[in-house]
Structure formats: C-alpha cells, structure tokens
C-alpha cells in the first residue's frame, strides 16, 4: 500500500478549513448580539425588509461591502510588514480577520436566501459545504487523539497517566540496547 506523501498538507488545509469554519460559526452570533445591543429597531427592520426586496445580485453587493470594508486594514496590514513591525501586523491581522468574519458571517445570515438563489452561488456554497464536511472528516482521528489526551489529563485522571508516564519513561530507559 502506497502512503500518500501530501496526507500532511491535506491535513493542515483541512485545520485551516475548520479554523474558519469554526470562527466563522462561533463569530456570527457574537456580531449578532453586539448588533442587537445597539438600539437601532427601527433601522434594523427596515434593512432587514430592504433586503427582502432586493434582487439576487444586489444582495450580492450588500454580502460583498464587509469585505470591501476590511480592505483598508489589509493594506494596513501589508504597510506593517513592509516595515518590520511584526506586533502591529499579528494585531491588525487578527482584528480584520474578527471583524471580516463576523460582519460577513451577519450579513450573509440576512442575504441567504437571495444568494442561492443565483445559480453559480449555489454551486460555490454547496461546494463550500462539501470541503467543510470533507475537512472534518480528514481531521477526525486527529481531533479524536487529541480528545483522548485531553480526557487523560482531566484533573480526577492526571495522577493515573502521569504514573503510567513514568513506568512508560523507566521501561523505555532500562530496555535492552
């Protein structure tokens, strides 16, 4: 049986995948609160309703201004790199990446209905969703043994793998060369 020599690289694209899923799910309902906090009912109703109204591809415009409106920080980011100030890019990547993927996850939470319904959209997100199901699948022996150590280091376990640690440790020392 031939070993696949890109299993790693396939596994890494597959973290990335989820890293983003992952963000991307767990930042939607943060934006949404924050986007509740604010008192604009009203304003909030009629976007909503405004959206409603509008056709397919200019909700794909409205589902594209996040990405429009992170790319001054982009830029920013890349003036931070040019000039050696590694703390300032890491903050600024990290902030657009939050900011990115929050308002895009909100506002394409409101225009959903109206992407899938452009044919080619559809195609893009049924594939999304596909990679997404594929990336879990590549990574769950991974995501499994890592459950399995976290389990093993659980405060009423620690003292238990720890000593079998140390008889591994002992035995691994004292074998024959």
């Given at each position: 049986m031939r070993r696949n020599v890109f299993r790693p690289l396939w596994v890494i694209l597959a973290l990335l995948l989820l890293l983003e899923a992952w963000l991307w799910d767990h930042l939607e309902p943060i934006v949404a609160r924050v986007v509740n906090l604010l008192p604009w009912g009203k304003i909030k109703i009629a976007v909503a309703r405004w959206i409603e109204d509008l056709p397919p591809y200019a909700a794909l415009v409205v589902f594209v201004v996040p990405l429009v409106i992170v790319l001054p920080l982009k830029f920013l980011e890349l003036y931070f790199i040019a000039t050696g100030n590694w703390l300032a890019t890491i903050v600024v990547l990290v902030l657009a990446k939050?900011?990115?993927l929050g308002?895009?996850?909100f506002v394409f939470d409101a225009t959903r209905e109206k992407l899938l319904q452009i044919p080619w959209?559809?195609?893009?997100?049924d594939w999304v969703m596909?990679?997404?199901?594929?990336?879990y699948s590549q990574t769950e022996p991974i995501r499994a043994r890592i459950r399995k150590i976290i389990w093993m280091f659980r405060p009423e376990r620690a003292r238990r793998t720890f000593r079998r640690l140390m008889r591994l440790r002992r035995a691994y020392r004292n074998r024959p060369a």
């Open positions: 939050l900011i990115g308002v895009t996850a959209f559809r195609r893009m997100y596909w990679a997404r199901g594929w990336a």
